[in-house]
């Protein structure tokens, strides 16, 4: 038998865990845009190194891997926003 999925170390339903784990990816998702922005400004661009199209794809797949862990893990208060205002549906 399969048990149910826990989610930070509380037992919950497949259901609420696959609930919050869309809610951080969408966290995730805005604070990736922001990043790549910053990464991508005037900032941080130097003609000392050139970046091949290779290195550029796998620094935009490396923060977006980052913003959904610092979502899942720092933002917990705002993923809990977001699924309280799904449940006032």
């Not at 037992?11 to 865990?17: D, E, I």
């Not at 941080?44 to 490396?62: A, G, H, I, Q, Y």
């Amino acid at each position: 038998m399969v048990s149910s999925v826990s989610f930070y170390g509380t037992p919950k339903s497949y259901n609420s865990a696959k609930k919050e784990e869309v809610a951080a990816e969408l966290v995730g998702s805005v604070f990736s845009k922001v990043f790549k922005d910053m990464y991508n400004s005037d900032i941080f661009k130097s003609d000392l190194l050139p970046k091949s199209k290779t290195e550029k794809w796998f620094k935009e797949m490396l923060i977006d891997q980052y913003s959904i862990t610092i979502a899942k893990n720092n933002m917990k208060p705002l993923i809990n926003e977001i699924l309280k205002a799904y449940n006032q549906k």
